[in-house]
Nanobody, 126 residues
Framework: QVQLVESGGGPVQAGDSLRLSCVASGRTFSDYAMGWFRQAPGKEREFVAAVSWSALVTSYADSVKDRFTISRDDAKNTVYLQMNSLNSEDTAVYFC???????????????????WGQGTQVTVSI
């Protein structure tokens, strides 16, 4: 199994930047696609961004495109989410996820991912 631990969240003001990190352990990190999701209070978990196992392909939700960047460092078993120009609608718990069992389907769907971190809170104030 894969263990995922997120960090880097916290309170920020609108317009600020944050970089989230997710460190993986337990299996070969470079073998699987990784994603970031978020969940705001009272809302469903939503896709934010994903990166392929090769790091050659990335995908973003329309709401974060051109503001957020996902990347991975296989040498460090870490995936990052650089978040710029944050606004209040970005307030949520952010979860890291791994396609650690090779499930098929759309990588923007939570069901594509079998391994999840515990989440890190991002709070953006106006």
């Amino acid at each position: 199994q894969v263990q995922l631990v997120e960090s880097g969240g916290g309170p920020v003001q609108a317009g600020d930047s944050l970089r989230l990190s997710c460190v993986a352990s337990g299996r070969t990190f470079s073998d699987y696609a990784m994603g970031w999701f978020r969940q705001a209070p009272g809302k469903e978990r939503e896709f934010v961004a994903a990166v392929s196992w090769s790091a050659l392909v990335t995908s973003y939700a329309d709401s974060v495109k051109d503001r957020f960047t996902i990347s991975r460092d296989d040498a460090k078993n870490t995936v990052y989410l650089q978040m710029n120009s944050l606004n209040s609608e970005d307030t949520a718990v952010y979860f890291c996820a791994a396609n650690c069992l090779g499930a098929g389907g759309s990588w923007s769907s939570p069901s594509f991912y079998n391994c999840w971190g515990q989440g890190t809170q991002v709070t953006v104030s106006i």
